[in-house]
T-cell receptor, first 113, second 112 residues
Framework: DTEVTQTPKHLVMGMTNKKSLKCEQH?????MYWYKQKAKKPPELMFVYSYEKLSINESVPSRFSPECPNSSLLNLHLHALQPEDSALYLCASKGRGGGSEAFFGQGTRLTVV | SQQGEEDPQALSIQEGENATMNCSYKTSINNLQWYRQNSGRGLVHLILIRSNEREKHSGRLRVTLDTSKKSSSLLITASRAADTASYFC????????????FGKGTTLSVSS
């Protein structure tokens, strides 16, 4: 199984809502990532988890809260988002070392209204 | 943060033609990877070239790497309409651990 599964595929939320994005992989990868991608732009790194511990937070606002409950799951909790947070949110996982490829989920298309 | 810059930003060609995309990066690397993204979907790994390699082939893909110029190119030969997508180069930035940092990307449009 070389899939990274993200749910939901689409999400519309109000600025006062709380929602969560979910990501799951069963490849035994111990590095997992959240990226944010705006239209016609490259993915921008948000968070890095290594062995279930948050190792990098790329100065992301606290209204985005990541969580890694176990080695297969990665969540992104959303609260009090702004319309400019509307984007495609991508989860990825990677095997050991810098010389391996990353596997991406299909993303969650988030719209904040 | 973005590591690489691709050019051209957009490329339109006819089926059967070759497409060449270039990428430049800023820091030293162990390897450089190319990814493809169909509209609004996840990224798919295409090919990885290590810093001690100068050229690599995979099917219709040919990648070159020039570490002295900090640049790479991706050549797609005999393009097909199904190659229409965005293409990104990516490197591992030591400041980001094992995470990939992506260049700005090239949007390729292949018409039949």
């Amino acid at each position: 199984d070389t899939e990274v599964t993200q749910t939901p595929k689409h999400l519309v939320m109000g600025m006062t809502n709380k929602k969560s994005l979910k990501c799951e992989q069963h490849m035994g990868h111990r590095a997992m990532y959240w990226y944010k991608q705006k239209a016609k732009k490259p993915p921008e790194l948000m968070f890095v988890y290594s062995y279930e511990k948050l190792s990098i937070n790329e100065s992301v606002p606290s209204r985005f809260s990541p969580e890694c409950p176990n080695s297969s799951l990665l969540n992104l909790h959303l609260h009090a988002l702004q319309p400019e947070d509307s984007a495609l949110y991508l989860c990825a996982s990677k095997g050991r070392g810098g010389g391996s490829e990353a596997f991406f989920g299909q993303g969650t298309r988030l719209t904040v209204v | 943060s973005q590591q690489g810059e691709e050019d051209p930003q957009a490329l339109s060609i006819q089926e059967g033609e070759n497409a060449t995309m270039n990428c430049s990066y800023k820091t030293s690397i162990n390897n450089l990877q190319w990814y493809r993204q169909n509209s609004g979907r996840g990224l798919v790994h295409l090919i990885l070239i290590r810093s001690n390699e100068r050229e690599k082939h995979s099917g219709r893909l040919r990648v070159t790497l020039d570490t002295s110029k900090k640049s790479s190119s991706l050549l797609i030969t005999a393009s097909r309409a199904a190659d229409t997508a965005s293409y990104f180069c990516a490197t591992v930035n030591n400041q980001a651990g094992t995470a990939l940092i992506f260049g700005k990307g090239t949007t390729l449009s292949v018409s039949s």
